[in-house]
């Protein structure tokens, strides 16, 4: 079974410009999470998807962050503009009801 | 309100056993997970318990108290790649969210 996939691994961006996460879960799993990880820290939930529809994105700085997943498999994270406090690991996970999250491997954002 | 509290660092011998605790305050339950990270890596899957008592894959074991709040992971025979964070988390039965704790860093010293 194909895991989660994530791009890019790594991005460096000055601050003020946009960029893009992209998330590939595992096939069947219809709920979907993007988090945010400072290094030290546990997982911060961003949005969590249910098939295509938001199941919560109260901690989603909506001024700034933006997320879809269309047609209930892929999603895609986007910042625009970044700010310096958002370099940090952005990680996409999968689950089925009954089960844990399984993660990518992650994109470390570095924001100059 | 939510909260997940475990110890930020641990200490521990090779060959060793280490137990790292999770006490919890959530609105919900549906079962409470372990997880390993490596540094600069995503988290892996380890344990799921949803009913009280103990669970054993390997080397690790995790047990639960749902009347307590409280599970803990056992690492028995510790070796040097266990050196790792270990972080607990709750799913909440209303939303299927998983609540996360902040980690354990577990260090092992030869």
């Known amino acids: 079974e194909a895991g989660v996939a994530q791009s890019p691994r790594y991005k460096i961006i000055e601050k003020r410009q946009s960029v893009a996460f992209w998330c590939n879960p595992i096939s069947g799993h219809a709920t979907l999470y993007w988090y945010q990880q400072i290094l030290g820290q546990g997982p911060k939930l961003l949005i969590q998807f249910q098939n295509n529809g938001v199941v919560d994105d109260s901690q989603l700085p909506k001024d700034r962050f933006s997320a879809e997943r269309l047609k209930g498999v892929d999603s895609t994270l986007k910042i625009q503009p970044a700010k310096l406090e958002d370099s940090a690991v952005y990680l996409c996970?999968?689950?089925?009801?009954?089960?844990?999250?399984?993660f990518g491997q992650g994109t470390r954002l570095t924001v100059v | 309100g939510q909260n997940i509290d475990q110890p930020t660092e641990m200490t521990a011998t090779e060959g060793a056993i280490v137990q790292i605790n999770c006490t919890y305050q959530?609105?919900?339950?549906?079962?409470l997970f372990w997880y390993q990270q490596h540094a600069g890596e995503a988290p892996t899957f380890l344990s799921y318990?949803?009913l009280d008592g103990l669970e054993e894959k390997g080397r690790f074991s995790s047990f639960l108290s749902r009347s307590k709040g409280y599970s803990y992971l056992l690492l028995k025979e510790l070796q040097m790649k266990d050196s790792a964070s270990y972080l607990c988390?709750?799913?909440?039965?209303?939303?299927?969210?998983?609540?996360w704790g902040a980690g354990t860093k577990l260090i092992i010293k030869p």
């Open positions: 318990n949803v």
């Open positions: 996970a999968s689950s089925s009801s009954y089960a844990g999250a399984f």
């Open positions: 959530t609105s919900g339950f549906n079962g």
């Open positions: 988390a709750v799913r909440d039965d209303s939303n299927y969210q998983l609540i």
